[in-house]
């Protein structure tokens, strides 16, 4: 319950920009030489120090007594309340705001910050009591310090520091959290008690609203994250022919001598088979009866035979049984007779 209690709070520090570094649950720890510091436990005996100078804008929590927990008296709430457990967690928020980071940095910076913060955990009550489960959530800001010196004496007690950096708003504020939920909802050593706040937001059952108290460039971002599709590779026929980049069309023509061919039949692209070349053959006498000349002429399909697109072979057949081959290419089948041969 802790721990998602005080990551619920963090989530709602991160969105005032005060701070690079919001520190989760800190404990004041005094050396041998009676030092008193605040650390925040990782694990395995080793503690992290906090250290105010390594970022712009450090928060941390720490509970200021012991958390209390008693049965709620009947008398106070609806019937079927027997079993409802109030739990009181008393903590302490300390600080150090850059004034670099203020809309406005005076006399008043203090009060303007514990009232930025009064606003921030006062909204949103219904989020916290899903995380939670619990009937009810009340965040109470009991006090709040703004003698720096004070305060940072209370966590930094004899370690030779008296005040901390003026460039910086430094104080606390004390908050109560009063938990009021069933008996059975209580985490145990053992539960799995949800911590990360988005999830659980009303996603499915309400998402118009859900969405709507983003802003504009939240909506935006997360719908070109989950929107965004990766580049498609185009193949025919197994081979990869290019890309088109993620919400783009293109177009591969499909050529056959230079002109596009086929056409998509629903669930492939039929190119019909080639039409044959046009032909002609002729045969003409040469001096003696036993010499005469072969043409054969090969164009496009549909040509004319005026059109100048034949490609002729002329063969001269001799009497003796030889022959002898020629060409002529680009000219018209009629006029293979005077055509010109090499």
């Not at 980071?101 to 009064?118: C, G, H, N």
């Not at 939240?218 to 498609?232: K, M």
């Not at 177009?251 to 056959?256: A, I």
């Not at 035979?305 to 057949?317: A, C, K, N, P, Y």
Request: net charge negative.
């Amino acid at each position: 319950m802790l721990k998602s209690l005080i990551t619920y709070l963090n989530l709602k520090l991160d969105l005032l920009n005060y701070f690079d570094l919001t520190r989760c649950l800190v404990e004041l720890k005094e050396d041998s030489e009676g030092a008193r510091q605040p650390v925040e436990y990782i694990s395995n005996g080793d503690y992290d120090v906090i250290n105010w100078d390594e970022f712009n804008g450090v928060s941390y929590w720490r509970l200021r007594d012991e958390i209390t927990s008693e049965r709620t008296e009947e008398r106070k709430y609806k019937a079927g309340s027997r079993n409802n457990i109030e739990t009181t967690v008393p903590l302490k928020l300390v600080f150090a705001v850059p004034r670099t980071k203020l809309t406005e940095d005076d006399a008043y910076s203090f009060d303007r910050i514990r009232q930025t913060m009064v606003k921030q955990f006062a909204i949103d009550d219904d989020v916290i009591k899903t995380t939670l489960q619990a009937e009810s959530v009340r965040i109470n800001v009991v006090t709040a310090n703004s003698d720096a010196k004070d305060v940072w004496e209370d966590e930094t007690g004899g370690t030779g520091t008296f005040e901390p950096k003026y460039e910086t708003v430094f104080g606390s504020i004390d908050v109560d959290v009063v938990i009021i939920s069933k008996h059975s909802c209580l985490p145990t050593e053992c539960d799995d008690v949800e911590s990360d706040i988005l999830r659980s937001f009303d996603w499915c059952g309400n998402t118009a609203v859900t969405v709507g108290r983003l802003t504009e460039a939240q909506q935006t971002c997360i719908s070109d994250f989950l929107c965004s599709c990766a580049d498609a590779t185009v193949q025919l026929n197994g081979s990869t022919i290019g890309t088109i980049p993620s919400g783009s069309s293109d177009s591969f023509p499909v050529l056959q001598d230079g002109s596009p061919v086929g056409s998509w039949n629903g669930s492939a692209w039929i190119v019909p088979p080639e039409l044959e070349d046009e032909l002609r053959q002729d045969y003409q006498p040469e001096g003696s009866p036993y010499t005469f000349y072969s043409y054969i002429g090969v164009a496009p399909n549909g040509s004319a035979e005026g059109d100048s697109v034949w490609f002729i072979t002329r063969i001269l057949h001799n009497a003796n049984g030889t022959t002898a081959t020629a060409t002529a290419a680009d000219v018209a089948w009629t006029d293979r007779l005077t055509a010109t041969y090499t």
